[in-house]
């Protein structure tokens, strides 16, 4: 695909301009032609079944409720914590003015998810299960 950008002066030609004067810039782009829909219907893609059991979960309000219980699970076992402290460390080992969030969350996402209690991993995990059940998904 290639673009091509050129200057138009003849407002005559150009859509929406209504004959006002001036320059103006348009880009053409050299792609095949977009296929017509067969039918006037709106095609929604498929959703998938991520994407319809969080939906459900947002709509039920579950999913808020689920996230409330995961950071109590977190901070009464002191994952919070060590989390933290993780980050103090790495800021004072890269010097506190040169870290950046980015740099945080990059160092220390992989430690964080790997360090989540598993009992509070299956206790979410029943959570959902439990959810899913009742509505029937």
């Keep these: 695909m290639t673009c091509r ?15 006002v004067p001036g320059i103006f810039w348009r880009a053409s782009v050299n792609r095949p032609p977009t296929p ?4 006037d219907e ?4 498929e959703l998938t079944l991520r994407e319809i059991i969080n939906i459900k979960l947002i ?3 579950e999913k808020e409720r689920l996230k409330e219980l995961l950071r109590e699970r ?3 076992c002191g994952w919070r914590d060590e989390m933290k402290s993780l980050c103090r460390a790495f800021a004072k ?3 506190r003015n040169n870290v950046t969030v980015d740099d945080l969350v990059q160092v220390i996402t992989p ?9 509070v991993k299956a206790e979410l995990l029943q959570r959902i299960r439990s959810f899913l059940a009742s509505a029937a998904i």
Excluded at 36 to 39: F, G, L, M, R, Y
Excluded at 42 to 45: A, E, G, N, R, T
Excluded at 111 to 119: E, F, I, Q, T, Y
Aim: proline share 12%; hydrophobic share 20%; charged share 30%.
């Design 42 to 45: 709106p095609q929604d893609p």
């Design 59 to 61: 709509e039920s309000g």
């Design 5 to 19: 950008f050129t200057w138009e002066h003849d407002v005559d030609n150009i859509p929406g301009s209504d004959g």
């Design 111 to 119: 430690k964080g998810r790997a360090s989540v209690p598993d009992s």
């Design 93 to 95: 080992k890269k010097g």
């Design 36 to 39: 017509t829909p067969e039918s």
């Design 74 to 76: 977190l901070i009464e």
